[in-house]
Nanobody, 125 residues
Framework: QVQLQESGGGSVQSGGSLRLSCAPSTSAFRPYCMAWFRQGPGKEREGIAA???????QYADSFAGRFTISRDKTTKTLYLQMNSLKPEDTAMYYC???????????????????WGQGTQVTVSS
């Protein structure tokens, strides 16, 4: 079973930036979709962005322009560049992947195959 490992989380001040990474345990992994989600304290898990194997991206409206999803085609590592961070961005961030040939949405239920353990992002004012 392929494992996904997130990294890059940490504490940052409001207005700062972070780049999260999500590395699969093998570069032979070829999911059709990969995506980023987050879950804040007492909140439901929400989708941020998704990326097709082709590189086409899909964003939830509230994150477009501030967050950027990308993927290294060689290593299959997934990235999330987060800029202009706000205290309300404080959450556990998760990556997910799925091999199903269906639209890459940002709904958590779309991703039944693989989830990482999460990386914590804390933004202070």
């Amino acid at each position: 079973q392929v494992q996904l490992q997130e990294s890059g989380g940490g504490s940052v001040q409001s207005g700062g930036s972070l780049r999260l990474s999500c590395a699969p345990s093998t570069s032979a992994f070829r999911p059709y979709c990969m995506a980023w989600f987050r879950q804040g304290p007492g909140k439901e898990r929400e989708g941020i962005a998704a990326i097709y194997e082709s590189g086409t991206t899909q964003y939830a409206d509230s994150f477009a322009g501030r967050f950027t999803i990308s993927r290294d085609k060689t290593t299959k590592t997934l990235y999330l560049q987060m800029n202009s961070l706000k205290p309300e961005d404080t959450a556990m961030y998760y990556c997910a992947a799925d091999r199903t040939l269906a639209p890459c949405t940002v709904e958590p239920t779309r991703y039944r195959g693989y989830w990482g353990q999460g990386t914590q992002v804390t933004v202070s004012s």
